[in-house]
C-alpha cells in the first residue's frame, strides 16, 4: 500500500497524457497493445498468478488514443455503429433528442479524452483459455456471469486483483456506466490521473470541433461528469 502511494505521487501526469494524445508513458505488453509503464509489471505477476490457477489472462483492448476513441463516439454519434441499451441489447436513436442520445452512448462508450483507457491504466481482459481458439470474444456481461466462459477468471478476480494492485471501477452499475466485469484497473496510478482530470479540463478537452454533439456535452457537463466520469464524487 505504502509503495502504491509513492507511486502516485512520484508518477509525472501532463494534459496529453489524460485525453490520450501522447504515448510517451507507455510500453508494449504486444505487438498492439500498449500499457503505462508502471502497470506493466504488476500486470505480468496478476497474469502469472492467474496462470498457476489454469486461467490465460490476456488483454482485449489496454491503451487507447484520443482519435480512437473520436472515431469511436462519432460512428456511434451518426448511427454508423451499434449503441447497446441498459440491457446491452441494440438501441434505435432516431427518435431520440440529442441529449438522450448523448446519455444513451455514454452508457457503453467513454467521451473522447474522457476514457480510462487514454491512460494506459486501465485494460479489457478476459481468460483464453475458457473458450475455443476460434472464438469471438464479445465483452458483454453474461460473459462474466454464472454460466458464461468467464465467470471463473472474475470470480478469481473478486478474491485476488486487488493483491497486485487492480480493481475494477465498473463492477456496481451507479446509473452511469454500464457494468463492465471486463475492466481492470491499476488503481494508484488511475488515481494520479484521476486527481488531475477536473472540470476545467474536461470542459477543455471536450471544446472540439470535431466531436458530434459537443454542445449538448457541454451544456450538460456537470450531470456527465458526475454520472460517468465521476460517479464516486
Given at each position: 500500500m505504502g509503495c502504491g502511494l509513492l507511486?502516485?505521487?512520484?508518477?509525472?501526469?501532463?494534459?496529453?497524457?489524460?485525453?490520450?494524445?501522447?504515448?510517451?508513458?507507455?510500453?508494449?505488453?504486444?505487438?498492439?497493445?500498449?500499457?503505462?509503464?508502471?502497470?506493466?509489471?504488476?500486470?505480468?505477476?496478476?497474469?502469472?498468478?492467474?496462470a498457476m490457477q489454469g486461467y490465460d489472462l490476456q488483454v482485449a483492448s489496454a491503451f487507447r488514443s484520443f482519435e480512437r476513441q473520436l472515431m469511436i463516439w462519432n460512428t456511434k454519434a451518426r448511427g454508423e455503429r451499434l449503441v447497446l441499451d441498459e440491457f446491452g441489447q441494440p438501441l434505435n436513436l432516431e427518435n431520440l433528442c440529442e441529449k438522450d442520445k448523448v446519455f444513451a452512448i455514454l452508457r457503453w462508450s467513454a467521451l473522447p479524452g474522457c476514457s480510462r483507457h487514454h491512460w494506459g491504466t486501465d485494460m479489457d481482459i478476459w481468460d483464453a483459455a475458457a473458450v475455443p481458439l476460434d472464438y469471438v470474444l464479445q465483452l458483454t456481461p453474461d460473459e462474466y456471469q454464472q454460466g458464461g466462459p468467464f465467470h471463473s477468471l472474475s470470480c478469481w478476480l473478486d478474491e485476488h486483483a486487488e493483491v497486485f494492485g487492480f480493481v475494477r471501477p465498473y463492477a456496481i452499475d451507479r446509473g452511469g456506466v454500464a457494468p463492465e466485469p471486463w475492466h481492470l484497473s491499476y488503481s494508484s496510478a488511475a488515481q494520479a490521473f484521476e486527481a488531475k482530470l477536473d472540470a476545467q479540463c474536461i470542459y477543455k478537452i471536450l471544446d472540439n470541433s470535431e466531436l458530434i454533439f459537443r454542445d449538448t456535452i457541454l451544456a450538460n457537463l456537470d450531470e456527465i461528469i458526475s454520472r460517468f466520469i465521476f460517479p464516486d464524487a
Open positions: 507511486e502516485k505521487e512520484s508518477m509525472q501526469v501532463i494534459p496529453a497524457m489524460i485525453s490520450g494524445k501522447t504515448e510517451e508513458h507507455l510500453c508494449q505488453l504486444s505487438m498492439d497493445c500498449l500499457l503505462h509503464k508502471v502497470v506493466l509489471s504488476p500486470f505480468l505477476a496478476l497474469k502469472e498468478a492467474a
